[in-house]
């Protein structure tokens, strides 16, 4: 999922919302956004404001405060499922699922491993560590 700005993430996620609602026909990509949305009720109503969401500034919050940076996780990881990469990473997704009466959960612990690498990569001005991420969501109980 490629965007120009913090802003045109924010509408597509907004656009996406709209036609699911809508229940207009959506492209692949936009599916996956949905699911993702229809999985937070709780960001729900920001989501119904439309462009007054648009300003808000979460800065620097936690993913968990965040709902954009949240779903985002979300959807950068169920991207990487179908991708299977890093490679595994789709066998421990399933894995985690099946194990979990909690799937949602799940999928919560794993964005935060995905989170700590992608600060970790940030902060010391390189790509992220596939191994080291991939050691971390085999590491979750």
């Not at 956004?33 to 009720?41: C, K, M, R, T």
């Amino acid at each position: 999922m490629l965007v120009q700005s913090r802003d045109s993430a924010r509408q597509f996620f907004f656009e996406v919302w709209t036609k699911h609602r809508h229940a207009q026909p959506l492209e692949p990509m936009e599916r996956l956004v949905a699911e993702v949305i229809a999985l937070h009720p709780e960001y729900h109503a920001l989501l119904d404001a439309g462009r007054q969401g648009l300003a808000g500034d979460y800065g620097s919050a936690a993913p968990e405060h965040n709902p954009f940076l949240h779903m985002g996780l979300h959807i950068a990881l169920r991207e990487q499922v179908a991708a299977d990469r890093p490679a595994g990473i789709a066998q421990l997704h399933a894995q985690r699922l099946a194990n979990d009466d909690r799937p949602h959960a799940a999928e919560h612990r794993m964005i935060e491993c995905l989170a700590e690498e992608l600060w970790r990569a940030q902060s010391a001005g390189r790509l992220p560590d596939e191994a080291a991420y991939l050691v971390a969501l085999r590491a979750l109980d």
